[in-house]
Each structure stands twice: as structure tokens, then as C-alpha cells.
């Protein structure tokens, strides 16, 4: 078996590629391919984080997410989480950006502190921060 060297990329599916380009792009993510055969708008950020955005997704629970809002839990990925360095200074820009913060800032066991907001298609982003054991670490 091949060893697994790293995440290549995040695949998200929206109903708008326009409105989820631009959302994305207020946190540095830039279209590096569009491929409409393949309904599918590759973002890049300057990290190296990839996001492959996937239209055609149904408005079936345009106010929920069936993988996070429903009683009934469903498998399936919740949430993407990025790591920051400034966890404040990732609030300050959300809250610039009129980005409703649904749960946060918590700070984990671990000792991470997360904040967690949605896209316009109300999937879950994290954005959190390592603690500072964790940072020393690296």
C-alpha cells in the first residue's frame, strides 16, 4: 500500500459556483481551474490548501445541513477545519465580513481554540488555533 503523504484537496458542493468563489475568496482562496464538463471550480490558497468546488448540489435543506442540523445523525464529513495562527484576529475579519459565528470561540481539551461559521450553503467551517504546547511542538 502507498503511504498517505498528505490531504490533496477538499471537495465542497454548492448550489451557486459564483457565490461560493466569492465567499471563498474573502479568506485567500483564488480559482486556478474551472472545468464546467466536470461541474467543477478547483481554489487555491497561497498555503497550498486546495478546495474543489462542485455545483449542481440540490436545495433540499437550504436552511439546514442534513449532516449537522438534523436529530437523526447521519455518516457522512461534518465540517473542514483550518488551522490559524491569530484565532482573534480570525473573529475580527469574520465579524468585518458580517459572518455569523454559530458556535465559538471554544477552546478544547487539547487546548485548541475553534471558531465555527457556515458557507452560503451552510456548510460548517473551523477555524482553529493550536495551543501553544502544540505550537512549541512544531
Given at each position: 500500500?502507498?503511504?498517505?503523504?498528505?490531504?490533496?484537496?477538499?471537495?465542497?458542493?454548492?448550489?451557486?459556483f459564483n457565490r461560493a468563489v466569492n465567499f471563498y475568496a474573502q479568506?485567500?482562496?483564488?480559482?486556478?481551474?474551472?472545468?464546467?464538463?466536470?461541474?467543477?471550480?478547483?481554489?487555491?490558497?497561497y498555503?497550498?490548501?486546495?478546495?474543489?468546488?462542485?455545483?449542481?448540489?440540490?436545495?433540499?435543506?437550504?436552511?439546514?445541513?442534513?449532516?449537522?442540523?438534523?436529530?437523526?445523525?447521519?455518516?457522512g464529513y461534518t465540517h473542514v477545519a483550518f488551522r490559524v495562527t491569530d484565532i482573534d484576529r480570525v473573529i475580527q475579519h469574520l465579524n468585518k465580513l458580517n459572518i455569523v459565528i454559530t458556535e465559538g470561540p471554544v477552546t478544547f481539551g487539547d487546548g485548541k481554540t475553534s471558531v465555527f461559521f457556515r458557507d452560503p450553503d451552510r456548510n460548517v467551517i473551523e477555524m482553529t488555533q493550536p495551543s501553544l504546547q502544540v505550537k512549541a511542538l512544531s
Open positions: 500500500m502507498n503511504t498517505i503523504k498528505g490531504l490533496d484537496h477538499i471537495g465542497i458542493r454548492v448550489t451557486d479568506f485567500g482562496f483564488e480559482v486556478v481551474r474551472k472545468d464546467f464538463n466536470e461541474r467543477v471550480v478547483v481554489l487555491l490558497h498555503n497550498g490548501v486546495v478546495l474543489n468546488i462542485l455545483d449542481s448540489a440540490t436545495r433540499l435543506h437550504e436552511e439546514r445541513n442534513v449532516l449537522m442540523d438534523e436529530s437523526i445523525k447521519y455518516p
